[in-house]
């Protein structure tokens, strides 16, 4: 159904384009009319016409003044307009509106039939786009959650994180380069302050999730995670302005944080806490989560901020913290380059700022190898010995000039990475030829990446990334191939049919077989034997 609205202040023409609609379009369109310009603009704004057929002169507010007016409230709205004066002026302004077609009175059958047909088609454009623009936002309203849990989770478990902050930043559209983590946790009343029937209550909010994201859209701008528990957790974007975490920011940050707890509280009925980290860049978004937690377990009230909590260190301002822990991940994440380079920096710092203070600076390269290595234990498969590091403390006061100690740093921080690297390296190609023996002895089944995640004990997720690096081939492709090598063999050397060649490989599908043979291989099966 079209919906027509016919302005023009002669009853005579309003009657015959009533007539020539009818008669061509029938009850494909329904049809209102007004003769002022006044009424036309009521008229559009109760009934919001998709065509409006218009005359320019009308009494009151004329014709351009009167769509003028109409586009501000029904912008997609097609007009076309109707004059008996055949003006530049008046074409030029109807024109810049964006009308459909001017026609000159008086009326031609043919013309307006084309014109309206014309404009049915472009009302039928416009509702298709909107019905693809509703349906792809009904998919991005399921898609997202599940996008920003696997975001939230990888933050708080740092799964993979490091390797994914470009996928995460894209898919979610998030263009600043640094946030701060935000979690809330819920519970009853107590009379300690402490939750209580955390269990009980995380059932009862768990059926109010999405009226819980929105709340809490309404005050952070962020991404949402799922529900874990009686806990959820919020990563919030902001400005780079906001990495020192200024005194009035957190104020208010605070304050946006009392009166979503506050709406949580009412609509919700039950008691909420809320901890929130420190603002960081964008991949250490995990080391804000642990402080959000911090913040939690040492809160006073319903808001706490890991800044204002009673725990944590202070650092003295010049002190290159983002250096120290960008050090840190590199040895956890086996980043042998970028680790020796951020130790390089740190080192450069103390001789900057504390050259002179030999002790002082022997002592935190100490600590720094000491912590370095701590992780290679826990994260590189080195073994620990009690007394394996029992001339550091003697090396270390025995240097004699800053290079000398500098070599030593940097070298035991490249050691650490290195061993966690090589362990990474093992272990991925240790699970990725066991992966490919058993494909290599089980390519005649139904085998799929789950099952052989399954095998090499590795999450199906991970598994396949992990085997598309050290192969070059996607786990489907490399099957695949095995396949084939071993199809084009038994063509090559033995007399069985092709339904045998098909089950031998793996196929249940002997024309599937073949389609696959040709795709891969360039010719059919049957081709291939006969050309052997």
Not at 111 to 138: F, G, Q
Not at 177 to 200: A, D
Not at 451 to 459: A, C, D, G, P, Q
């Amino acid at each position: 159904m079209y919906k027509i609205m016919l302005a023009d202040d002669e009853g005579i023409v309003i009657d015959a384009l009533t007539f020539i609609i009818e008669k061509n379009f029938g009850e494909k369109c329904s049809i209102e009319y007004a003769k002022t310009g006044r009424s036309v603009i009521e008229l559009a704004e109760r009934i919001r016409p998709d065509i409006a057929i218009m005359d320019i002169q009308m009494p009151g507010i004329n014709g351009i003044q009167a769509m003028q007016e109409i586009k501000r409230f029904s912008p997609g709205t097609l007009f076309i307009v109707l004059s008996a004066y055949d003006r530049f002026e008046y074409a030029k302004k109807a024109m810049e509106i964006g009308v459909l077609e001017y026609i000159n009175k008086p009326i031609e059958k043919n013309t307006i039939v084309s014109v309206l047909s014309r404009a049915m088609a472009e009302v039928d454009k416009i509702r298709d786009k909107r019905s693809n623009d509703l349906l792809i936002r009904e998919k991005l309203e399921t898609v997202v959650p599940m996008i920003e849990n696997g975001f939230i989770y990888s933050v708080m478990f740092q799964e993979n994180f490091a390797d994914q902050i470009d996928n995460y930043k894209h898919l979610l559209g998030i263009e600043e380069n640094y946030g701060y983590m935000l979690v809330i946790r819920y519970g009853e009343e107590s009379g300690t302050g402490e939750l209580t029937n955390v269990v009980g209550t995380s059932v009862r909010v768990q059926s109010c999730y999405h009226e819980m994201r929105e709340i809490v859209q309404e005050f952070f701008h962020g991404v949402i995670g799922p529900m874990m528990a009686n806990m959820l957790a919020i990563y919030v974007p902001v400005s780079e302005e906001s990495i020192g975490e200024e005194y009035e920011k957190r104020v208010e940050m605070i304050e946006s944080a009392r009166k979503m707890v506050r709406k949580l509280k009412e609509r919700l009925d039950a008691k909420f806490l809320v901890g929130i980290g420190s603002a960081r860049p964008f991949s250490e978004a995990g080391a804000s989560y642990s402080e959000a937690i911090r913040a939690l377990r040492n809160a006073s009230g319903s808001v706490s901020h890991f800044m204002d909590a009673p725990v944590g260190c202070q650092y003295e301002d010049d002190y290159p913290i983002e250096t120290e822990n960008r050090m840190l991940a590199c040895v956890t994440a086996g980043d042998v380059s970028e680790a020796a380079a951020q130790a390089t920096h740190f080192f450069d710092w103390m001789l900057d700022k504390h050259r002179g203070e030999d002790m002082d600076i022997k002592i935190k390269v100490l600590d720094f190898v000491l912590r370095a290595e701590q992780i290679a234990f826990r994260n590189g498969n080195m073994t620990y010995r009690f007394n394996s590091r029992s001339d550091y403390l003697e090396t270390i006061v025995g240097t004699v000039n800053y290079e000398e100690l500098r070599l030593w740093f940097i070298e035991k921080i490249r050691n650490a990475a290195k061993y966690v690297s090589e362990q990474k390296a093992q272990t991925s190609v240790s699970a990725v030829d066991g992966a490919k023996e058993y494909i290599r002895t089980h390519y005649h089944k139904d085998i799929s990446l789950d099952e052989v995640s399954r095998v090499v004990n590795i999450s199906p997720y991970y598994f396949s990334k992990l085997f598309k690096e050290e192969t070059g081939v996607g786990f489907v492709e490399y099957v695949t191939g095995i396949r084939m090598e071993k199809a084009k063999e038994l063509l090559r050397t033995t007399n069985l049919s092709m339904k045998e060649i098909c089950n031998a490989v793996g196929y249940a599908d002997s024309n599937y077989f073949s389609r696959s043979f040709k795709k891969n291989v360039g010719v059919t099966p049957t081709e291939y034997k006969e050309n052997r």
